[in-house]
């Protein structure tokens, strides 16, 4: 696995929806730049673009102008194969991103693309496995088909599928949002073991206190522009709040004192 | 009291191929797939007027479980191409192929009762046996299902076989990972009508004819006895795929042995598809009682 790997170049990205004769601008035309290994926060209300901008990475919508290029390529030329050997989606709802009528040994294994090529034996994936999920509680449970998980632990099935991807590009949909505090804590160390292998992480969010504490920079994606992107400790809740909350509902506090 | 029995086993092991097409598609690639009703006739033809003009019977049933895999690719890429609704793809091939297996075979039905068929190395085992019960026949379909369920079963459990079954289980997923989910429903679609029509090449050798209307009624009886297997058999202690095969074939033999009785006890044949219908609901509504979750969705 090269660390090197994982840079995200978007220049101009615009992507539109139209229904009967309204258009709606997703993404206006924004450009951005992710280094290899960075671990991005991208925060904003509903219906800001973010899902919008992490589909357009991944392949699974086009856009209608612009260009997003992995590691000096351009999406558009590549295949969906090609694609999905960089780029991993993981999905806002956990129901969508494993599969339940297979056992979490056939979900990991379907996604250990080094496995598949052959070599390892089934012990020494069963041992591989259970090291990965029993830091989560969950490596007794290899045999049991996905859909007995509940929600949280398929979520955390799903990040634990990220580990073994070779995409050195992880898009993370609000994976933190359909969880209990405890899981929450789990999946970000989750999150955090990925970018220690040298992933670069894009992460979707809805919580403003999350984005300011978690990965290396943030951003702020307000009807389908960016408003705000610093990176590390020049990351602070005021300047992040005006540009997050100009058109918020008026005086409700969010924010942790 | 053991005719109804021999009948009934005998039926369910020719249908349970077909059931199990069924099964397959439905449970693991999602797809109500309405061929079999057209893939099970169109092997039977097939293979009934290649065996009859001359062919060895190795040859003509290879050529008619092919066309059967043939039927079910053709479903598969009308829904993908074309966007088209499941049952809808499903209903266009079973036109087809009724209009062709009719072209194929020239009439309505042939006969092959001269014909020699796998049924004839088990005459002996047979003959050494009560004449109402048909010992030889049974262990050979037994044999053939082990078989087949072997290989059905080391296929789905090979990588190509799991990337098939994360396509059905769970398409986006399955893209995420890079999979083709269009050619995994069309190659599966093509497998589990091989089955299908495999189950029509057996049914003509049994019965000694080919006729256009063999697939009438498949689909009934295949839900029926799809959806009782899956009653009967304990789901947790087993993986998905390998329930829904043996859940398959225990429902098929235990429908028709369950049919042959009723037949024997006085049910009108006539009545037959309404009693299929009505037994199929009553076991749908109990199972929801039970709070089992496995009929109404396959996915949550």
Same mark, same amino acid.
């Given at each position: 696995?090269?660390?090197?790997?994982?840079?995200?170049?978007?220049?101009?990205?615009?992507?539109? &929806?139209?229904?009967?004769?309204?258009?709606?601008?997703?993404? $206006?035309?924004?450009?951005?730049?992710?280094?290899?290994?960075?671990?991005? !926060?991208?925060?904003?209300?509903?219906?800001?673009?973010?899902?919008?901008?992490?589909?357009?990475?991944?392949?699974?919508?086009?856009?209608?102008?612009?260009?997003?290029?992995?590691?000096?390529?351009?999406?558009?030329?590549?295949?969906?194969?090609? #694609?999905?050997?960089?780029? &991993?989606?993981?999905?806002?709802?956990?129901?969508?991103?494993?599969?339940?009528?297979?056992?979490?040994?056939?979900?990991?294994? #379907?996604?250990?693309?080094?496995?598949?090529?052959?070599?390892?034996?089934?012990?020494?994936?069963?041992?591989?496995?259970?090291?990965?999920?029993?830091?989560?509680?969950?490596?007794?449970?290899?045999?049991?088909?996905?859909? +007995?998980?509940?929600?949280?632990?398929?979520?955390?099935?799903?990040?634990?599928?990220?580990?073994?991807?070779?995409?050195?590009?992880?898009?993370?949909? $609000?994976?933190?949002?359909?969880?209990?505090?405890?899981?929450? $804590?789990?999946?970000?160390?989750?999150?955090?073991?990925?970018?220690?292998?040298?992933?670069?992480?894009?992460? %979707?969010?809805?919580?403003?206190?999350?984005?300011?504490?978690?990965?290396?920079?943030?951003?702020?994606?307000?009807?389908?522009?960016?408003?705000?992107?610093?990176?590390?400790? @020049?990351?602070?809740?005021?300047?992040?709040?005006?540009?997050?909350?100009?058109?918020?509902?008026?005086?409700?506090?969010?924010?942790?004192? | 009291?053991? !005719?109804?029995?021999?009948?009934?086993?005998?039926?369910?092991?020719?249908?349970?191929?077909?059931?199990?097409?069924?099964?397959?598609?439905?449970?693991?690639?999602?797809?109500?797939?309405?061929?079999?009703?057209?893939?099970?006739?169109?092997?039977?033809?097939?293979?009934?007027?290649?065996?009859?003009?001359?062919?060895?019977?190795?040859?003509?049933?290879? +050529?008619?479980?092919?066309?059967?895999? #043939?039927?079910?690719?053709?479903?598969?890429?009308?829904?993908? @191409?074309?966007?088209?609704?499941?049952?809808?793809?499903?209903?266009?091939?079973?036109?087809?192929?009724?209009?062709?297996?009719?072209?194929?075979?020239?009439?309505?039905?042939?006969?092959?009762?001269?014909?020699?068929?796998?049924?004839?190395?088990?005459?002996?085992?047979?003959?050494?046996?009560?004449?109402?019960?048909?010992?030889?026949?049974?262990?050979?379909?037994?044999? &053939?299902?082990?078989?087949?369920?072997?290989?059905?079963?080391?296929?789905?459990?090979?990588? +190509?076989?799991?990337?098939?079954?994360?396509?059905?289980?769970?398409?986006?997923?399955?893209?995420?990972?890079?999979?083709?989910?269009?050619?995994?429903?069309?190659?599966?679609?093509?497998?589990?009508?091989?089955?299908?029509?495999?189950?029509?090449?057996?049914?003509?050798?049994?019965?000694? &004819?080919?006729?256009?209307?063999?697939?009438?009624?498949?689909?009934?009886?295949?839900?029926?006895?799809?959806?009782?297997?899956?009653?009967?058999?304990?789901?947790?202690?087993?993986?998905?795929? !390998?329930?829904?095969?043996?859940?398959?074939?225990?429902?098929?033999?235990?429908?028709? !042995?369950? %049919?042959? +009785?009723?037949?024997?006890?006085?049910?009108?044949?006539?009545?037959?598809?309404?009693?299929?219908?009505?037994?199929?609901?009553?076991?749908?509504?109990?199972?929801?009682? @039970?709070?089992?979750?496995?009929?109404?969705?396959?996915?949550?």
């Amino acid at each position: 696995m090269s660390t090197h790997k994982g840079t995200i170049e978007i220049k101009g990205l615009t992507v539109t &929806f139209s229904r009967w004769r309204q258009t709606v601008k997703a993404i $206006e035309g924004v450009n951005l730049t992710v280094p290899a290994g960075q671990w991005m !926060v991208v925060v904003g209300h509903n219906g800001s673009g973010k899902s919008t901008l992490l589909r357009a990475i991944s392949g699974l919508l086009t856009p209608n102008g612009g260009e997003i290029r992995i590691d000096g390529d351009s999406l558009g030329g590549l295949s969906s194969a090609q #694609v999905a050997e960089r780029v &991993f989606h993981v999905h806002q709802d956990p129901l969508l991103g494993t599969a339940p009528t297979l056992t979490l040994f056939e979900n990991l294994f #379907v996604a250990d693309a080094a496995a598949q090529n052959g070599g390892a034996s089934r012990n020494d994936l069963l041992d591989k496995y259970s090291d990965l999920l029993r830091p989560l509680g969950l490596a007794d449970r290899l045999k049991q088909l996905a859909r +007995y998980l509940s929600g949280g632990e398929r979520q955390l099935l799903a990040l634990t599928v990220a580990r073994l991807r070779p995409a050195a590009v992880m898009l993370l949909d $609000e994976p933190l949002a359909a969880l209990d505090p405890v899981k929450a $804590e789990l999946c970000l160390e989750q999150i955090k073991a990925l970018n220690d292998e040298g992933k670069t992480i894009l992460q %979707v969010t809805h919580d403003p206190n999350l984005a300011i504490s978690a990965g290396d920079r943030t951003l702020v994606l307000r009807q389908g522009r960016f408003a705000y992107d610093e990176v590390g400790d @020049r990351r602070e809740a005021d300047s992040l709040r005006k540009a997050w909350s100009l058109d918020a509902g008026g005086g409700i506090s969010i924010w942790k004192k | 009291m053991l !005719v109804p029995l021999d009948i009934g086993l005998i039926m369910g092991l020719l249908l349970a191929w077909a059931v199990m097409a069924l099964a397959l598609a439905f449970r693991l690639l999602d797809f109500p797939d309405l061929t079999v009703e057209g893939s099970l006739p169109l092997g039977a033809a097939v293979f009934a007027i290649l065996h009859k003009s001359g062919a060895s019977m190795p040859v003509a049933m290879v +050529y008619a479980i092919l066309s059967g895999g #043939v039927a079910g690719a053709l479903t598969g890429f009308i829904h993908i @191409r074309f966007k088209l609704n499941k049952f809808l793809a499903g209903i266009i091939v079973v036109a087809i192929t009724y209009s062709l297996s009719l072209r194929i075979m020239g009439a309505s039905n042939i006969g092959l009762l001269q014909a020699t068929s796998v049924f004839d190395f088990v005459e002996p085992l047979n003959t050494a046996f009560p004449e109402s019960f048909h010992f030889g026949t049974i262990v050979l379909l037994v044999a &053939f299902l082990i078989l087949g369920s072997f290989l059905i079963l080391y296929g789905l459990s090979t990588r +190509y076989g799991i990337r098939l079954r994360v396509a059905g289980s769970n398409p986006d997923y399955a893209k995420a990972l890079g999979i083709n989910v269009p050619m995994n429903v069309i190659a599966g679609l093509a497998i589990t009508n091989c089955l299908a029509a495999f189950s029509g090449v057996l049914l003509s050798m049994h019965q000694g &004819f080919a006729d256009i209307s063999m697939g009438q009624g498949v689909l009934i009886l295949a839900l029926a006895a799809m959806t009782i297997g899956e009653r009967l058999l304990p789901e947790k202690h087993l993986p998905f795929h !390998v329930f829904v095969l043996c859940a398959a074939i225990l429902g098929s033999i235990a429908y028709q !042995v369950l %049919v042959a +009785y009723a037949v024997r006890a006085g049910l009108a044949a006539t009545d037959l598809k309404l009693a299929t219908a009505i037994m199929v609901l009553l076991v749908v509504a109990f199972r929801v009682s @039970r709070n089992g979750d496995l009929l109404a969705e396959a996915h949550q």
